[in-house]
């Protein structure tokens, strides 16, 4: 049963590198006239930070996901080469 939770965090790693990696080409190729397809994508989230004050702590959470179309194929070769892998 180890081994299968194991199996699953790698996995998960795999596919969290492959849309950052991903997302990484989608904004180099932003700038190329020819490759300009790779960063259409679109952007959700919480774009103004929830901020709560304790008096004592003060801390903001902000997460915008931003999903385009290297992102998107760099999560399906982290899945391609985890299953070969």
């Known amino acids: 049963m180890a081994t299968k939770d194991k199996g699953m ?18 904004d180099f190729a932003s700038k190329s ?6 960063a259409y994508g679109q952007q959700f989230g919480l774009s103004d930070p929830l901020s709560v004050d304790l008096s004592v702590i003060k801390f903001s959470f902000s997460l915008i996901i ?6 998107i194929l760099g999560m399906i070769l982290a899945v391609f080469i ?3 892998v």
């Open 9 to 26: 965090w790698i996995l998960i790693v795999f596919i969290l590198a492959g849309i950052v990696i991903g997302g990484l080409i989608g």
């Open 33 to 38: 006239t020819g490759l300009w397809w790779l």
């Open 66 to 71: 931003k999903l385009n179309i290297s992102s």
């Open 82 to 84: 985890y299953r070969k």
